[in-house]
């Protein structure tokens, strides 16, 4: 056989071997159900070493400090802080033993925001709630989740009407609450209602906007923390508000934002939490289905290289704390639930104070109807008024 012929049989050979191995599936893959195939890899080295019990700090209050600081620091750099909380009012409105208030304020250096405050009728300085509003991949509206909108366009009433239906058994939390003698304060989380893109609302945008805060060193869930806090430090300002007597409160994200407040503002009194509430093994993980899609909603960077979920909320001890999730919610499992509050359990019974932490799992789905929200009213009563 001359040497050209065995070189064409040769190709041909080749030739044939690769088609065939292209041919098949390729059957390697590194990433299943959007999270990787390592991840219980990932979940043995996470140990936590900065939680209470874990930590090698026995006083609590240097522990919290110290826990504290490193949040901030996972967080990264804030917005530059406001000079003043001066605000104006834009609107506002009787209600049936409340009136309604439409303000705006600066929230930052950087940006002013609108909010909607609640103040009842009568003698103040009242007990205050910052009420936070969900996530619900719904970005139209944000405040107007949580109060009934006034002075608005008749499409942003209709769509916080029908949301009420969707999420909150038609009923106004903030109003609720307000009409029982609390001043209620709510404004958007960013991205969300009036603080959204000027091309409108694109959910698959958030993500992207996320990541290019990351690329300045700021972080886009960090900001929202950040906005709350600062909110609350604006409510504690005003003259018809108890400083001494403000709680917090929201459903899913809100419920993640309202123990976030909790553990990181002396200012929060007390604090509940409907439907956000896990363990990151538990969440993040294809054993249980349907996992929580906050995405970069929750998501502080490296974080999870010190504590877990419970652990942060544990900041908050020994504040009266509320926590009440739903047997039925495919975004959080039980024994992810249970499992956190167990580890909530331990910090609180350390310090004394476990009368002090109520956690609940209703036989319900992702949602706060109005039994849910007379619990909540329930618990403020007894640790605000």
């Not at 901030?72 to 033993?97: H, L």
């Not at 916080?160 to 239906?165: G, I, L, P, S, V």
């Not at 060193?217 to 430090?233: C, E, K, V």
């Not at 929060?268 to 939490?273: L, M, N, V, W």
Request: net charge neutral; glycine share 8%.
């Amino acid at each position: 056989m001359n040497r050209t012929l065995r070189n064409l049989l040769l190709t041909a050979c080749l030739y044939i071997s690769a088609t065939a191995v292209f041919s098949q599936k390729r059957p390697r893959y590194e990433y299943y159900k959007d999270i990787p195939v390592y991840v219980d890899s990932i979940h043995d080295e996470l140990t936590y070493p900065m939680a209470w019990g874990n930590s090698s700090e026995t006083d609590f209050d240097k522990w919290r400090a110290s826990a504290r600081k490193k949040v901030f620091e996972c967080m990264m750099t804030p917005p530059r802080a406001a000079s003043s909380y001066s605000y104006k009012v834009i609107a506002e409105e009787q209600r049936d033993g409340y009136k309604a208030l439409k303000v705006e304020f600066p929230l930052s250096a950087w940006y002013n925001v609108r909010a909607y405050i609640l103040v009842p009728d009568g003698k103040g300085p009242f007990p205050a709630i910052n009420l936070l509003h969900d996530h619900g991949a719904h970005l139209f509206i944000g405040k107007e989740k949580m109060i009934k909108p006034f002075d608005e366009d008749s499409v942003v009433i209709a769509d916080a009407d029908k949301w009420q239906d969707v999420v909150y058994g038609g009923r106004y939390m903030g109003d609720f609450l307000a009409r029982h003698g609390y001043v209620v304060f709510s404004a958007d989380a960013p991205l969300w209602g009036e603080r959204g893109r000027a091309e409108g609302v694109d959910r698959k945008k958030y993500d992207i906007i996320a990541g290019n805060m990351m690329m300045l060193g700021r972080n886009l869930s960090a900001f929202m923390t950040y906005d709350d806090i600062a909110g609350t430090d604006f409510l504690a300002t005003l003259p018809f508000v108890d400083s001494d007597r403000i709680g917090c409160a929201g459903c899913s994200m809100g419920a993640y934002r309202a123990w976030m407040l909790s553990a990181l503002s002396d200012k929060i009194k007390a604090g509940a939490s409907v439907c956000w509430m896990i363990t990151t093994d538990v969440q993040m993980t294809w054993k249980y289905g349907r996992k929580e899609n906050g995405g970069f909603a929750n998501c502080i960077p490296g974080l999870r290289q010190y504590l877990d979920y419970p652990h942060i909320a544990s900041m908050a001890c020994p504040k009266p704390m509320l926590f009440i999730n739903g047997d039925k919610d495919k975004l959080f499992p039980v024994p992810g639930v249970k499992k956190a509050f167990d580890i909530m359990h331990d910090v609180w019974k350390s310090r004394g104070a476990d009368e002090n932490l109520t956690t609940e799992i209703w036989d319900m789905t992702h949602e706060c109807p109005p039994k849910v929200q007379d619990s909540v009213l329930d618990f403020f009563d007894k640790h605000l008024k």
